[in-house]
Every structure is written in C-alpha cells, then in structure tokens.
C-alpha cells in the first residue's frame, strides 16, 4: 500500500488489480504495461483481473484513521473477479472501521452477500462523458446499500453526462492529463457544479483541472475541495 498524490485520498490499495474495460487514458492500464512480469502483475497480460491475497492486510499497518483508494489499479466489480475475492477485501474493510475506503467503477455495482456494504465504504462511479456506458453504473449505485455514494467526473472528456444527482452525496470533477490529452468543455463543468450547489451536493475540483477556469468560466468554483457531509 502506498502514499498517494491523488488529492482527495491518502493511500492507495491494490488487493485487485486489472480490468477487461479497454479506456485509452486509462493510467492504471498503462502502467500495469509498465510493471508487466513484476510486482504480482502477469507477464503475458498485466492488466488481466488478479487477486493479490499478499496484499490484503495492509491497511492494518496504517494506525492513523486515513482514506483509502480501493482497486485503484483495477475495477473491484470487472465481471472477471470472483466474489470470494471481493468479499475478502469487504472482510478487511469491516475490520478496519477506523479508514475509509473509496471504490471507483465503471462497471454496474454488485452487492456484498453479507448484509451490504460496510459503512465506512465510500463507492462511486467514473463518468467521462465519451458514451452512455455509465447510465446501468449509476443505476445500480443509486440503488446499493453504500452509506456514501459519489461520481467522478475525471477525466471528464465529452458531454454525455448525468446532471440527476438525486442520492448522490458527492462529486469530483477533473481533466484528462498526460500526452494527448483532451481540454474539458468547461461549460459542461460549469453545468456540472451549478446543478451540484443547487442540489446541495459537495463539489471536489482536482488541481488537473483548474488551469482551464478562467474570467468567463467560474473563478469562484476552481478551487473547491469540499468533501461528503457526514452526519
């Protein structure tokens, strides 16, 4: 487990890893391509979904209450990961009450076969805005036991958005980074954070994203960092 940079999380956890969802921009594609034949990812197809059961107790090792980015070399929910895999994790979150644990996916939200999801899971789901593929996703969030259920906009690269925040208690917005990458339209973000604070929803602007705020795009929203209002 390591010390992330992602700015709304503190550490990264990678029981699972892999994904058979093929994105372009995908970072953790990428860079299980890099790391392919070393660190428990396969040669032949590193991003192939991977059960790393040497992996799973070491959010015991971190004694400060922290926020951990879960499966984020992977989707938990890829239709090739075995639920036992998944409820061992879910059996290291319930054990774990003092972190909380954030899963992002693109893929549709099964639910845990042992009462639901702990509350100390954070879940969402990632909207890019490239295609529909989100809308069974989201469906399937809104209707999951998660106590704190988000969406990240990031890379946020098209139009094809959701503005229905109705049950959604957060959302994070960022830019597609890298060589090639695609500039947001920033008037879908501005879409996006006005529906948020009408509807009361805390809004996460990444740094990624902020260089593309300017006098007629929302200065006064670029640098939000607001997190879920727990009760």
Known sequence: MNRTKIEWTDYSWNPITGCT?????????????????RGGYPLDDPFYPTFHENRLNEPQSV???????????????????KDIWRE???DVIKGSPGH???????????EPGNGGFNDNIWLGVSIDGSSSYWKKPL???????????????????GENITLNFNGIDWIII???????????????????????????????????????????????????????IME
């Open 139 to 157: 469906e399937s969030l809104k209707s999951s036991t998660a106590k704190v259920k988000f969406i990240s906009f990031e890379p946020l690269i």
């Open 21 to 37: 969802r093929n994105c372009d921009y995908c970072y953790a594609h990428k860079m299980a391509i890099r790391l392919k034949g």
């Open 63 to 81: 004694k400060r209450n922290s926020m951990i980015f879960t499966c984020s070399m992977g989707d938990i929910f890829d239709p090739f990961i």
């Open 88 to 90: 061992k994790v879910y």
């Open 174 to 228: 960022g830019a597609q980074t890298g060589n090639g990458s695609k500039p947001p339209d920033m008037k879908v973000v501005m879409k996006i954070i006005k529906k948020a604070r009408k509807e009361n929803v805390p809004v996460f602007i990444k740094p990624n994203i902020r260089k593309y705020f300017d006098n007629g795009f929302g200065l006064e929203y670029k640098d939000l960092e607001e997190f879920p």
């Open 100 to 110: 909380t644990f954030q899963i992002l996916t693109k893929q549709r939200v099964i």
